[in-house]
């Protein structure tokens, strides 16, 4: 039994305003309850790609939609998202888009699996390890010190980054780092922080883990960086972040895309200020791809976080590509 909450449902799919007949591409089916949605509202005559990396969600949705598939109404994609515009991708373009980033539930909560520091399990932490790649515990025993303090800074944004990595390496010659709850004990009892904090002192460390084993950030940036030319013109891309690495990089593209790049011709906004020359306007509008629907991210509300704590760090961003392009 695949269980999983989805967050921020009603607001992400209402964001992308799909009409029937039309095609949405569902980049992080999971348990399928965005994917259900979606096919609601792209009704009989419309048809939703739901991608995923996990062999387990991808098994989960032939199930669940076994008739949309037959139908025509459904195409699984047992894939990384950020092969949307590839030719091997099932449809070249659609007019909407939805990522609900990172893990599911029955990722966590499969001790097998490595995610989670509750479980004891094997530092696994691949989303789809039948590709191979490496594991945490392979990463934890194999990368230098300098490596090792970097994942913890960059995509832990761990304080105590450089600490943890010296004595992890002090560490792992002797006994080396094979199960989730060894390591969480192991940075419970060696790292001490000035204040008290609500999470456990693993959480940061486990979340660089995931992201360096994954490659999250980097897959993030591709996915939206080739989204924003799948798009059909005035289709919707809407995205639902965990972590503010995540959101950093979605809203940063989001403005780049609505022509405030920074690194253009020094903000466009600035620029238009100013009396502008033929080719800062056409660098201007050929950067300006479209336009985030609210400056600001939708959170969940205080319902949804009760009755889903996984949903507290959530963000939703929605962004509406130009009609034409
Ligand atoms: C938060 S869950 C999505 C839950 C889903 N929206 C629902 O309602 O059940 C994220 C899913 O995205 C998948 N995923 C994460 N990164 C991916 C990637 N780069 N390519 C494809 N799928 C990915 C994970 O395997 C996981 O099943």
């Known amino acids: 039994m695949f269980h999983h909450l989805s967050v921020l449902l009603t607001e992400s799919v209402a964001g992308l305003n799909i009409q029937p007949g039309q095609t949405v591409v569902d980049c992080t089916a999971g348990g399928g309850g965005h994917t259900q949605r979606l096919l609601e509202q792209v009704g009989e005559q419309g048809l939703v790609v739901a991608v995923d990396q996990d062999a387990y969600a991808i098994a989960h949705l032939q199930n669940r939609f076994a008739l949309q598939i037959e139908q025509g109404n459904l195409v699984l994609h047992h894939g990384a998202f950020s092969e949307v515009g590839t030719p091997t991708f099932p449809v070249s373009s659609a007019h909407g888009m939805l990522a609900d980033l990172g893990v599911s539930s029955p990722q966590l909560d499969t001790a097998a699996r490595g995610f989670s520091f509750l479980r004891e399990g094997p530092l696994d932490m691949r989303m789809s390890p039948e590709k191979g790649g490496e594991t945490a515990a392979q990463i934890l025993a194999q990368a230098s010190q300098a490596e090792l303090a970097q994942i913890f800074r960059e995509f832990g944004e761990e304080p105590k980054a450089h600490i943890l990595a010296r004595l992890i390496v002090a560490e792992r010659d002797e006994r080396p780092f094979q199960t989730t709850t060894q390591l969480a004990a192991f940075i419970e ?6 204040t008290k904090s609500r999470t456990h002192p693993a959480t940061r460390a486990f ?3 995931r992201i ?3 490659r999250e950030l980097e897959v993030v940036e591709q996915l939206l960086d080739r989204a924003v030319d799948f798009l059909a013109p005035s289709g919707r891309l809407a995205v639902i972040t965990f972590h503010s690495l995540e959101d950093r990089i979605v809203k940063k593209k989001m403005r780049a895309w609505m022509g405030k790049d920074d690194r253009a011709t020094g903000t466009a906004r600035e620029v238009m200020r100013l009396p502008l020359t033929d080719s800062q306007l056409q660098l201007i509008q050929t950067n300006i791809r479209g336009q985030a629907l609210r400056p600001f991210p939708t959170k969940p509300t205080e319902e949804e976080c009760r009755v ?6 959530a963000k939703l961003r929605i962004f509406q590509k130009a009609d034409v392009s």
């Open 189 to 194: 009892q060696n790292i001490r922080y000035k």
């Open 207 to 209: 979340q660089a883990l």
């Open 212 to 214: 360096a084993v994954n």
């Open 308 to 313: 889903n704590p996984r949903a507290r760090s």
